[in-house]
């Protein structure tokens, strides 16, 4: 039985005392949440938000790493880096790191491997763009991203993956998919996923949905039967608004 998964990607928002504020409401408030959840703060304020979920019902998470393990690499940050933060999952392949950033598959995949090797979970995004979806592409562009991003990761890592299905038209647009639709292509990521891996691991694996999830839709969404559970932007910045997503139903 699948349990549903929350996250919240506060991107490149928050101080290192905004984002503690936000932390420390999020774990008074979630206390008692029953789901899974998940914070990924900016680098510059991982120790920080560490320091305060740690113990509680909340995971670290990262929004990016370093296709290697160190070396000259200006700019980048390493999962070896991360760990020592006390980071327990990375975000890989978000569309703003796909599409500002122009990192393919091939890239996300060795960063997917590098991040299983030392140990983290991954929640890896696919999703398709506006003009991919009215050309009828939408499945293939996810089957494509989840099998590249997937390549050389063996069947026993992958209880540590999450798939984030993240219709990019509907990120930070306030234009969700219909439950309906995303349901369609969540069930075609499951398909893919058995695939690969097997029925078992089709049934188990977790699909988070992501665009413009907010209280009003959470429930809607979640009640579909291959959603589960949301990977938050937006919402995700204040805790009025997470916190209703976080304990829908
Ligand atoms: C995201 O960036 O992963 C996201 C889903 O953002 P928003 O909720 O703001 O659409």
Redesign the pocket.
Same mark, same amino acid.
């Given at each position: 039985m699948r349990n549903y998964y929350i996250a919240g990607?506060w991107?490149m928002h928050k101080t290192r005392s905004e984002a503690a504020e936000l932390a420390r409401a999020l774990v008074a408030q979630l206390k008692d949440g029953k789901y899974k959840y998940l914070v990924a703060p900016a680098f510059t304020s991982l120790e920080t938000v560490g320091a305060i979920v740690k113990g509680s019902n909340i995971l670290l998470g990262a929004q990016n790493c370093a296709p290697e393990e160190q070396g000259a690499h200006t700019g980048e940050v390493s999962v070896l880096q991360l760990k020592d933060l006390g980071v327990q999952v990375v975000i890989l392949g978000? *569309?703003?790191r796909r599409h500002i950033y122009k990192e393919d598959d091939e890239l996300i995949n060795k960063k997917v491997k590098l991040a299983l090797k030392h140990g983290l979970e991954v929640i890896l995004?696919v999703g398709e763009l506006l003009e991919e979806r009215e050309a009828g592409k939408a499945e293939v562009v996810c089957e494509t991203q989840t099998v590249k991003g997937l390549t050389g990761v063996a069947a026993a890592d992958l209880g540590r993956i999450t798939i984030?299905y993240?219709p990019v038209w509907?990120? =930070?647009?306030g234009k969700t998919a219909t439950p309906e639709d995303a349901d369609v292509i969540h069930a075609y990521i499951r398909k893919v996923v058995g695939k690969l891996y097997g029925a078992d691991a089709a049934q188990n694996i977790i699909i988070q949905y =992501?665009? *413009?999830?907010k209280s009003e839709n959470a429930a809607q969404l979640m009640a579909k039967e291959n959603i589960d559970g949301a990977?938050? =932007? =937006?919402?995700?910045l204040k805790a009025d608004s997470f916190v209703p997503i976080a304990k829908f139903g």
């Open positions: 990607n991107k978000h *569309s703003e995004c984030a993240e509907a990120i =930070g647009t =992501g665009g *413009s999830v990977l938050v =932007g =937006g919402a995700a």
